[in-house]
Nanobody
Framework: QVQLVESGGGLVQAGGSLRLSCAAS?????????MGWFRQAPGKEREFVGA????????YYADSVKGRFTISRDNAKNTMYLQMNSLKAEDTAVYYC????????????????????WGQGTQVTVSS
């Protein structure tokens, strides 16, 4: 099993910044091929925020966050980060970290059902 633990959520004013972390532990894959961030607002479905191909570092983003959010990773710490800038009220949601041992590409990258492992989520609240 892989354990994912998110941290860094909180309350921030619109226009502010937060950085989320996702620490991975447990069963050791040679490398976690894909790690992603999803979010879920009350009454809405879980939606793709962004992802990173662990080995090559390629990143992918939802249009709604492109240019404002940045995903990075620290291989030595097995940790992924989500730097969120210029936050808006509509970014308010529970943010989840997810991973899968496959190199996800194309449409499956955006599908929450394709990720095998999930963190417990961290609340991000942006006040307007």
């Amino acid at each position: 099993q892989v354990q994912l633990v998110e941290s860094g959520g909180g309350l921030v004013q619109a226009g502010g910044s937060l950085r989320l972390s996702c620490a991975a532990s447990g069963r050791t894959f040679t490398r976690w091929y894909t790690m992603g961030w999803f979010r879920q607002a009350p009454g809405k479905e879980r939606e793709f925020v962004g992802a990173i191909a662990w080995s090559g570092g390629n990143t992918y983003y939802a249009d709604s966050v492109k240019g404002r959010f940045t995903i990075s990773r620290d291989n030595a710490k097995n940790t992924m980060y989500l730097q969120m800038n210029s936050l808006k009220a509509e970014d308010t949601a529970v943010y989840y970290c997810a991973s899968d041992a496959r190199y996800l590409r194309g449409s499956v990258l955006y599908d929450a059902g394709e990720y095998a492992y999930w963190g417990q989520g961290t609340q991000v609240t942006v006040s307007s």
